[in-house]
């Protein structure tokens, strides 16, 4: 069989699929408030990922994520979700979400096979909710949480992006809500994606200070528990969750990465730190073959760079936001 295997010798088993650029959110750090979104002729269509998923299953991709923007704002992503998971070597499909859509969804994702599914959730207080994300929508995602929770999904995870100044004061109570939920949470540090009107400089928090935060409340037994992605978890005694921590900046996590992007567009992103790109929607829309699509996949592998190089004192440095990356 073919494979993926970059030119520092990493094998790519894991593939990031953003679905749309479009969010019922506009989270500060991820987007500006007057965002304007893609014409959708120039968004792949169903058929078209699911074209790209299979020939990535082929060289050995086995775990799909689905992101966005908000990936639930794709109508009918159920029926995407359980035709990838039906495709032959992919062993799991998992959702990352910002949930104000789970109440409607929550139960066809589990029918459809979804594996794991990733909320983000920054804050429990409604007013903070709405600095962040400009919407007034706390109520909607802690709804979509409790939904969730009635299916039995291998892990629901909470997401929270920690941030000095905005929600350093909530990473215990956030973690409390984790525990007393019994679900997983991860803390990522902010990354510098897109111009968004303040210095992530100044609100920037590294993993290691919220686990002490933790630390002083809960006892973190170490783990080697790994999901695919970037995180790194700790136990936490005497609870049924894992807090983990994805530290960009803090410990560089790219000497294991298995991954590549997919944007809405169709462009394929060897690394998230890096402008470096394979367009496949030109191929795919010309009518390319199976064979020609694996040859894009292979050959778009050479432009995989060993690793990001974030640099929060310097201008922005990666022009695009986080939600035409899909996180
Ligand atoms: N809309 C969905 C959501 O919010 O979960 C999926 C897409 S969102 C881009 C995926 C994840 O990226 C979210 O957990 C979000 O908090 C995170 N994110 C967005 N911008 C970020 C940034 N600049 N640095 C770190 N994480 C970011
Ligand atoms: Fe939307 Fe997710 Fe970006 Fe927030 S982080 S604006 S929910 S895509």
Redesign the pocket.
Known sequence: MRQLIDPFGRKIEYLRISVTDR?D?R?S??MSEDVEFLPRQDILSFEEIIRVAKSFAQLGVKRIRI?????LMRKKLPELIATIKAIEGIEEVVL???GTLLTQYAEPLYEAGLSRL???L?TLNSEKFLTLTRRDRLHAVLAGIAEAKKYPFESIKI?T?AMRGMNDDEVVSLTDFAIENGLDITF???????EVGYDRSVTFLPSDEVKAMIAEKYSLLETDYKTGGPATYSRVANTTSRVGFISPHSHNFCGDCNRVRMTSVGCLLLCLGNEESQDLRTPLRQGCSDDQLTDHLINALKLKPEKHEFDLAEEVQILR???N???
Do not use: A, Q, R, W
């Open positions: 969010c959110l989270c750090y991820c992101t966005g923007g908000e990936p990352t979400t910002n990733n909320i983000s920054d997401n992006v990522i540090e902010e990354m510098p994606l897109g936001f986080m939600s990356t899909g996180g």
